[in-house]
């Protein structure tokens, strides 16, 4: 866990948030519009969802002389695993569950009034540095964990088997987000962009693993993102281990597109189906013996039920072969492109499916 927690990184989840696009587009119309009550109501109803969601507010820079800010900053509250407390102040409200009935507001500052603001959740430690020498350094970090560590476990969350800390007005889906390293987090952001816009995920492992110029990287993003060519598939020659690592470090890219989905969409990611589908006298592979795994079968060749599978196959509806998969055999006609996408190799060179046809352009 870093000093700080990375709240920052909320706005670039925001940026990505259905419901603060409604939000930012219905201020922009009251700004126009700002008599009107109905639109006024909506708009105050959506700062309230946008909060609860996110634990933070939208925040409109003032004017300019060119007229309105187009423009918005989210407003959150800053923390830190361990501050001098001894630097800067808190503005203290006379507030009775604070332990303070004083009837005015006061400023805490060890440096003015030697008031020191520490919230329950908060530990004040005391540390006398006149019986220290630079020596101690190994006793002082033992004493104090010996004071924090009891008090980690009653504030952890346990969120899908992990045991993660996050402040108590935060949103659990966010811990993932705030306990990822900030180079993780730029790559998971870059990859749940390229699937937003239809990119298989092994196309896009196949980019970062192939591209390290982020130029050249986007620049082919955005080719086979817009790309509307059937079958959209690219024929290449790679080494057999590309091949190989390719597959594996897809799972990399799964987890990371899932971090974001479920912190922005607060829901688990829904694999996106390929328009690649069975004729429907083809009835879909269900192995009793090999379930499928992140839709894909995974029978092995010597399957009993994968081989009376391709019999009945071979035997019914050969001439219904999609075209969407031309020159495959019927094996890999199983392996539906579905959210992975396919890897095929024939000839000494590998095909990869890069994106999905079903996959719509936003307007946003």
Known sequence: M?????????????????????LVKRHKQWRKNCFD????????????????????GIYWPETTLQGMTDYWLPTTTPYA???????GGTMILPLQEDGLNLGKMIFASFKNNGLIKCPPHK???IIDPTILTLHDAQMVKEAVWDIVKPEIGKHNKTIKGRNLAIPTKEPEELAAVFRCKPENFEKYLRWHDQWERGLYLRFITYVEMGVTDPKKREELFEKYAKADKKPQTITISMPDDLASAIERKENNVRKGVDIIYFAIHRKERPSKTSS???????RKSNCPNHPEIDGETKCPLDCPYLIAYLQDFEKDF??????ELPQVSQRDCLNILGDSGN???????????????DIEESDE
Not at 13 to 22: A, E, I, Q, S, T
Not at 81 to 87: G, H, I, K, T, W
């Open 343 to 357: 890897l095929i190799k024939r000839d000494g060179k590998y095909t990869i499916a890069y994106r999905n046809n």
């Open 2 to 22: 870093p000093k700080k927690l990375p709240v920052g990184r909320k706005y670039f989840l925001m940026l990505r948030d259905p419901l603060v696009h409604n």
């Open 123 to 125: 530990i004040p430690i």
């Open 37 to 56: 009550e109905t639109l006024t109501k909506e708009v105050e109803q959506l700062t309230k969802e946008v909060r609860e969601k996110w634990n933070a």
């Open 318 to 323: 050969e001439k219904d072969m999609p075209s």
């Open 276 to 282: 690649t589908k069975l004729p429907p006298k083809i």
């Open 81 to 87: 695993a361990v501050e001098d407390a001894r630097v």
